[in-house]
Structure formats: structure tokens, C-alpha cells
């Protein structure tokens, strides 16, 4: 998929590094978020 990108000129290779790191943020914050919240009873 990477190399589609890169390839079509939709994104650079730093575009896309950028990217990741965004998305590994969001993915981190939410299972820290995950673990300190509650679980409901069922």
C-alpha cells in the first residue's frame, strides 16, 4: 500500500512517516485510556 501511495505521488515518504506517528499516538492515548477506565459489570 505504501509503495501505491508513494508511487501515484499522493504522499511523500515523510508525509506517510508523519502519518504513523499520528496514528501511534491516537492507538497509545486510547489503550492508556482503555486500562485506567473502569470495566462495566455484566
Known amino acids: 500500500m505504501k509503495k501505491l501511495i508513494l508511487d501515484a505521488g499522493h504522499a511523500?515518504?515523510?508525509e506517510l512517516k508523519?502519518?504513523?506517528?499520528e496514528i501511534r499516538?491516537?492507538?497509545t492515548e486510547s489503550a492508556e485510556?482503555?486500562?485506567?477506565?473502569?470495566?462495566a459489570r455484566s
Not at 508523519?18 to 506517528?21: A, E, F, G, L, P
Open 33 to 39: 485510556f482503555a486500562q485506567r477506565k473502569p470495566r
Open 25 to 27: 499516538t491516537v492507538v
Open 18 to 21: 508523519q502519518i504513523d506517528r
Open 12 to 14: 511523500s515518504e515523510e
